[in-house]
C-alpha cells in the first residue's frame, strides 16, 4: 500500500507519518511506500518501509499531476494555508486553498481507473455565527472567514467528486488542536492551547479572554486518529454527505484551567495571567462552541471525554512525561 | 443607473428586462441605461433607454473584465449551464458555473471604487436529500448534483466576496419556475409546468410521477420579483448570511391538477396523461418538496399563495389571457 500525504511537514501531516511509520500497517494492510508531500522540505522519520519526500506547489498547474502520477491508494490532503494568512492574503488562500485542492481532485479525476480514499481535513471554521448551543450534523456552513469559505468549497467539490466515482473522498472538520506544539503564535486560538504548553514548561502564559468562552478541542492524537479512521473507514456507510464535523470536547477556559490544576497544580496555573484583549475576544465569540457529532460518531471516530486526557496527551507525546517545576 | 444582467437572452432574464423596461425605474431610481450579456443573442425589448447587448463567454479569462468594464451599478448573475447539462457534461458544467461565476466576481473585485450590488441566482438544488418535511433556512447544502454543487460554491464566494467588501451581493435560491413558458423538454422536471402548460394550450401531457409528489414552485414573475427585490434590498438587513431561500408554494401534482380543473374544467384536465416513469420518479424523490423561507419572507420576498394564482398568472402573461378550447 502506497500512501500520500500532502501538508507531510505540518504539524498534524508529521504526527501522522510517525504513527504510519510506528504501525507499518493501515487498515491491516502493510505500507509499502510513502511520500510525503508540501512546500517545505518534510523530514520523516525512520519507518520500516521507504519515504519518500516531494517539494512542489500544488497550485501550479500540472504539479498535482505530478504528484499522483504513480496512483497511491491513500491520499491524505492535509495542506492549506492557515486561517489569518488566507485573510491577510486573499489572492494566496484561494491559490492554495480552491486552486491547489481542485488541481487535486482533477488530477486523481483525469486518471483512468483511479479511485484511491482521499482524506480531506476541512475545519470547524466553515461554521459561522450565530449557532445554537451545540451545532447539530445539519447546520448550515455560513463561514465568517475566507479560510472558512475555501474549506467549505473543498468540501463542495470532495463530495460532488465522490458522487460522480470519480475518487472516494471523506472529509473530516477538525475540532481546534490542543495542545498544539511548539512555541507560542500570533493566532487569535493560540492561547486555547499556550495556557496549558507554556505553564507545563515553566513559562507564564497570557489569557486574552473570560473564564467563560467555550470552545472545541481534540489532541494532536486524536486528529491523527481521525485521519486514520477516515482512510479505513467503510465508504458505503458514509452515503454521499462524504464531509463529517469530528467529535471534540466542549470546554470552557475555566474548564481548561481547572483541569491543569489537577494534573500539574497550582503552581502551573499561576502561570497563566491575565490579559483580556478585547479584539481576540470579539474573534472567538464568532467561533463555535460545541457540537453534536453524531454521524462520526456512529461511524465510530473517537476523541477525548475529559480535558485532563488532553493534558496528559501532551506531557506524554511532547514532554517526555516530565512537567517544569 | 445603469444595469447588467448576465444571462439576458434566457427565460427569466429576458421577462426580467422586460419588466424594467416597462418600468423605467430600478428601487426609485431612473434606469439609464442596461447591458444584456449572455452566450447567444440577446433580443432586447423596447425601452425608455438604451439597451446593449453583448456576446461572449465569462470562462475566457478577460472576458468578465470587458464585461464589467464600466462599472454597472447593478449586476444580475443569471447565466448558468442548467442542471441536466452540467451533469452530462462535467468539465462545461464547472468552467461555466464555477470559473465563469468566479471570474465575474474577480473581475469586479480587481476593480478600485467599485462595490456593485451583485444578484446572484442560486438554486434549492443546493439541497440533497433526505429533507426534514419542511426545509429550514439553517439546513445544509449536500447537493446531490454538480449543478446543486456549483451554485453552493458560487454562494460561498458570493458571501465571502461580499464580507471582504468587494461587492455588496445577495444570492437567492430559486424554487422551480412553473408555468415555464415555451415549448417541452427533457429535463426531469419539466412536467411539472408541462401538465399546466400543455392542457391550457389544448395540447396533451405527459405526467411521469404519482400525484402525491410535492414540489417548491414560483411563477415567472415571481423570479423576476425576487430578482428587482434583491436587487434593491437594505444590505444592512442581510447581514452577513447573503444566500436566501425564496418563498414559493409547496403543492402535490394532485393539488396542481385540482387547481388546473377549477381554472380550466375537466377538459384540459382529461389532457394529461398518465404515463409512470421509475427513472423520473426516483429523480424527482431526491428533490426538495417544501421549505420554510423565514428570512426571506421576513426580508419581503413575495410568491404566489395558491397554484390557482400561479396558472393564472401564466394565462395572462404567456396566453394573452386565452386557454385552448
Redesign the interface.
Known amino acids: 500500500m502506497h500512501i500520500l500525504v500532502i501538508g507531510g511537514a505540518g504539524m498534524v501531516g508529521r504526527k501522522l507519518i510517525e504513527r504510519l511509520a510506528r504501525e507499518g500497517r493501515l487498515g491491516g494492510k502493510p505500507i509499502t511506500r510513502l511520500t510525503a508531500h508540501d512546500v517545505v522540505p518534510p523530514k520523516p522519520p525512520q519507518a520500516p518501509f521507504p519515504i519518500d519526500t516531494r517539494v512542489s506547489d500544488l497550485s501550479v498547474p500540472g504539479e498535482a499531476a505530478a504528484v499522483v502520477a504513480d496512483k497511491p491508494d491513500v491520499i491524505f490532503h492535509l495542506a492549506a494555508i492557515v486561517s489569518g494568512e488566507a485573510e491577510a492574503d486573499?489572492d494566496k488562500g484561494y491559490r492554495i486553498n480552491l486552486d491547489g485542492t481542485r488541481h487535486l481532485f482533477d488530477a486523481v479525476r483525469l486518471m483512468e481507473g483511479y479511485t484511491p480514499r482521499l482524506v480531506f481535513t476541512s475545519s470547524i471554521a466553515v461554521f459561522?455565527a450565530p449557532f445554537p448551543d451545540a451545532i447539530p450534523?445539519?447546520?448550515?456552513?455560513?463561514?465568517?472567514t475566507?479560510y472558512g469559505?475555501q474549506k467549505?468549497?473543498g468540501e463542495?467539490?470532495l463530495?460532488?467528486y465522490t458522487?460522480?466515482g470519480f475518487f472516494d473522498g471523506i472529509g473530516i472538520r477538525l475540532p481546534t488542536i490542543c495542545v498544539r506544539p511548539g512555541l507560542p503564535n500570533k493566532a487569535a486560538s493560540g492561547f486555547f492551547s499556550g495556557i496549558i504548553r507554556e505553564p507545563l514548561a515553566g513559562q507564564d502564559a497570557i489569557l486574552p479572554v473570560s473564564e467563560e468562552v467555550m470552545h472545541w478541542h481534540a489532541s494532536p492524537r486524536s486528529a491523527v486518529g481521525f485521519l486514520i479512521h477516515a482512510a479505513t473507514l467503510d465508504g458505503e456507510k458514509v452515503g454521499?454527505?462524504r464531509n463529517l464535523t469530528m467529535p471534540g470536547l466542549a470546554v470552557t477556559v475555566g474548564e481548561q484551567i481547572e483541569a491543569l490544576r489537577k494534573v500539574a497544580g497550582d503552581k502551573a496555573v499561576a502561570r497563566i495571567k491575565r490579559a483580556p484583549d478585547p479584539v481576540i475576544e470579539k474573534i472567538v465569540s464568532g467561533w463555535p462552541r460545541k457540537f453534536e457529532p453524531r454521524r462520526a460518531t456512529e461511524l465510530g471516530f473517537v476523541a477525548e471525554s475529559s480535558f485532563e486526557e488532553i493534558i496528559r496527551i501532551h506531557i506524554e507525546d511532547e514532554l517526555g512525561g516530565k512537567i517544569a517545576d
Open positions: 486573499f459561522g450534523d445539519e447546520f448550515f456552513a455560513t463561514p465568517l475566507s469559505a467549505a468549497i463542495l467539490l463530495a460532488d458522487r460522480r454521499p454527505r
